[in-house]
Nanobody, 122 residues
Framework: QVQLQESGPGLVKPSQTLSLTCTVSGGSITTSNYAWHWIRQPPGKGLEWMGRIAYDGSPVYSPSLKSRTSISRDTSKKQFSLQLSSVTPEDTAVYYC??????????????WGQGTQVTVSS
């Protein structure tokens, strides 16, 4: 069973870079059948997809966040990371990592981390 755990600072100052890591345990996630996502949920709002490392290993970002977002992975450590630069209080949210396993056809299975609260404040 694949399990994900986010880690990183809970408080970031405005204009700084938010850095989070997702550590994966269990399962084999080095194949091309897995895509690695970051998603966030600001207070009182819905889920916002931020970006992913696609099945072919290429990064894909939300257009609204593309200029500030970087996602990378280290399969040897079973980790993938998020960096969001020039943060503002509007970036305050619960941040989730997710792995989508491609099962064939249109079928997939999602694994989620429990989420980590990040607050942007001076």
């Amino acid at each position: 069973q694949v399990q994900l755990q986010e880690s990183g600072p809970g408080l970031v100052k405005p204009s700084q870079t938010l850095s989070l890591t997702c550590t994966v345990s269990g399962g084999s996630i080095t194949t091309s059948n897995y895509a690695w996502h970051w998603i966030r949920q600001p207070p009182g709002k819905g889920l916002e997809w931020m970006g992913r490392i696609a099945y072919d290993g290429s990064p894909v970002y939300s257009p609204s966040l593309k200029s500030r977002t970087s996602i990378s992975r280290d399969t040897s450590k079973k980790q993938f990371s998020l960096q969001l630069s020039s943060v503002t209080p509007e970036d305050t949210a619960v941040y989730y990592c997710r792995i989508r396993e491609r099962l064939g056809g249109l079928l997939h299975r999602d694994y989620w981390g429990q989420g980590t609260q990040v607050t942007v404040s001076s």
